[in-house]
């Protein structure tokens, strides 16, 4: 599985976008870009996935760019409850794949 | 509620001992995990499951061993022979259709001391 490159953090104002970056330059083609966030003591939550086209869901957005060397989640209203690691994972589709989860980049959102 | 329990919520260990950590899921998935997580790390697999009486080791099986008798059911014991048990543990599991496989759902999670 490709090796994913997460800044160590970042933090952003409540209330507005949270652009959360994350390198794959070696992703080969049948891996997915995953994407899970751990709230302090809590088990991580799967926040959304994806492998060319960019993604939506009810929690975020992903873009991926068009090489698929890199990726950024967006959290569009970013609250206090976001607050957590975000974790960037890049993994093979169709196959119980082990999760690795590097260290992730912490996002602070403050009020 | 569908979900994935965790129990107990906090475990002490004296030396010696084993101890059992429960895992259980009404989600129907196939496929279930075990992880350690230690302080300011991200999280290392212990074992997984991925059908009923099957089970693998992960990155960091040593010290540790699983049953999976039922589909709904994964504990995780931590044996004496773990020198450092002192962790938070995760539990998780996946479906296995296509396209979700890779979709985890974790408990809440264990903490265990040792004494």
Known sequence: DAKTTQPTSMDCAEGRAANLPCNHSTISGNEYVYWYRQIHSQGPQYIIHGLKNNETNEMASLIITEDRKSSTLILPHATLRDTAVYYCIALRGGANSKLTFGKGITLSVRP | ?115
């Open chain 2, 1 to 115: 509620d569908g979900g994935i329990t965790q129990s107990p919520k906090y475990l002490f260990r004296k030396e010696g001992q084993n101890v059992t950590l429960s895992c259980e899921q009404n989600l129907n998935h196939d496929a279930m995990y075990w992880y350690r997580q230690d302080p300011g790390q991200g999280l290392r697999l212990i074992y997984y499951s991925q059908i009923v009486n099957d089970f693998q080791k992960g990155d960091i099986a040593e010290g540790y061993s699983v049953s999976r008798e039922k589909k709904e059911s994964f504990p995780l014991t931590v044996t004496s022979a773990q020198k450092n048990p002192t962790a938070f543990y995760l539990c998780a599991s996946s479906p296995d259709r296509e396209g979700a496989k890779n979709i985890q759902y974790f408990g809440a999670g264990t903490r265990l001391s040792v004494l």
